[in-house]
Structure formats: structure tokens, C-alpha cells
């Protein structure tokens, strides 16, 4: 079964940068569709990224476009967020999931394996 690990969170001002990894173990991510969510204190788990398995397609949120990147390397069976120009309410514990659909979906319940999540805290 695969493990999925994310890393890479921590506090930081608003403005700044930060880069998620998400670390596969347990047997390969590299023909599944990759995600990144988040979920903060009080709210709903949201859509934030997602890349297909070649790394050619991605969608994004809204809030985030132009802000937000994400990527992977299936020779490192990894998965990446790059988030630049962090705000306040981008604060959340956010959380990589892969699926085993083709199309681009920010559905979390087609996901079927989840990290157990990093915490990002950006302060105004």
C-alpha cells in the first residue's frame, strides 16, 4: 500500500514562500493523479492542486492561481507545491492524496490514499 509523507510547512509572513514535498513509499505514484488539499481549523478539507501523472496537466483553485505551483518527479516518486505571495488566509494544514482517475478532478472523495498533512501558518 502506498504511504504518502508531506513536509516542507512551517510560519511565515505573509508575502512569503514556502515548498511542499510530498514523499511516496510502499510502491510507485508515478501513473496515479496527484493532489494537494488543505483544511483549516473550523472549515471543510478544500481542493487546492492537482497534476496528472505525466506532469503535463494541472488545475488549480482560483485564490491560488498565479501564486501556487505544482509538480512532480516520478523518478523521485515525489510530488511538489511551490506556493509564492503567501497570505494570512492561505493558513492550513494541507495534505498531498493521489487517485487513480485520468481527468483532472478537485473532488477530495475520488482520492484514495492521503498523507497525514504539514501545517502552514502565515501571519499578516
Known amino acids: 500500500q502506498v504511504q504518502l509523507v508531506e513536509s516542507g510547512g512551517g510560519f511565515l509572513q505573509a508575502g512569503g514562500s514556502l515548498r511542499l514535498s510530498c514523499a511516496a513509499s510502499?510502491?510507485?505514484?508515478?501513473?496515479?493523479?496527484m493532489g494537494w488539499f488543505r483544511q483549516a481549523p473550523g472549515k471543510e478539507r478544500e481542493f487546492v492542486a492537482t497534476?496528472?501523472?505525466?506532469?503535463?496537466?494541472?488545475l488549480y483553485r482560483d485564490s491560488v492561481k498565479g501564486r501556487f505551483t505544482i509538480s512532480r518527479d516520478n523518478a523521485e516518486n515525489t510530488v511538489y507545491l511551490q506556493m509564492n505571495s503567501l497570505k494570512p488566509e492561505d493558513t492550513a494544514v494541507y495534505y498531498c492524496?493521489?487517485?487513480?482517475?485520468?481527468?483532472?478532478?478537485?473532488?477530495?472523495?475520488?482520492?484514495?490514499?492521503w498523507g497525514q498533512g504539514t501545517q502552514v501558518t502565515v501571519s499578516s
Open positions: 497534476i496528472n501523472w505525466s506532469g503535463v496537466s494541472t
Open positions: 510502499g510502491g510507485t505514484v508515478n501513473r496515479y493523479l
Open positions: 492524496a493521489a487517485s487513480r482517475k485520468v481527468l483532472l478532478i478537485p473532488r477530495p472523495s475520488e482520492y484514495f490514499v
